[in-house]
């Protein structure tokens, strides 16, 4: 077993980076939005911008489980209308890194959330949500947003669900457009943050090796959770989360 104490000490940090990595499976086969509580957890335990590089490969675990679970379930449209505009997103968090402080991100991604859902509720109340979702700005938008909030935090659950929520997919329609989607940002993200941040290490990705156990219960508990959750409920909870989460990145 390779010596990882100079990453993780004592039975405590273990602990918490075990339940996070359980989390993570949970937030990409159904509970999304519950992988975004892990992202103070791991800049306590790895200090903010390195955590990012020893997180992504734990959600390229998770991602993969996700997609060969529900990799008939997506709905392409909706991914070619986001990921140009995600990769864009990608690319601007790329270079903003370097100048904006954490903190700022942290607060542009909150209130960008809270902005986002807002708008949703108001236009379902008044009826035009499908004339929202069909202009031409929505998907531009919102694509653009969760890369961003996915490369400078990985927190890019909320926004994304909000998006989907927007489209009234179905429930496994909605997990599996949500799950492929970010599974080829994080992807994209490797070659980013391992020869650009450089903050991706081989000690950090045998780490991420022991977590995987976590990971495949979490995402078996998700699975799990989408099953017996009726339409309704599911749907409730995604908006309980979003809200919870978003406040949880703007403390």
Known sequence: MPDLSHLIHGVSEWTLFFICAMFIGMSKTGIQNIGTFTIP???????AKHSTGIVLPLLCMADAIAVVYYRKKFHRSHILKLLPWGIAGLLVALMAGHVVPESGFKIMMGASILLGMVVMLCMERSGKMIEMTTSVWFSPVFGFFVGFSTMIGNAAGPLLTVYLLSTRLPK??????????????????????LFVWDNISWDGFLLDLMALPFIIIGGLIGIRIVNVLPEKQFKTLMIALIVVSTLFLLV
């Open 41 to 47: 957890v791991f800049a306590l335990l790895f200090g």
């Open 172 to 193: 496994y329609a909605f997990v599996a457009t949500g799950a492929w989607f970010i599974m080829i940002l994080n992807y994209l993200k490797i070659p980013l943050q």
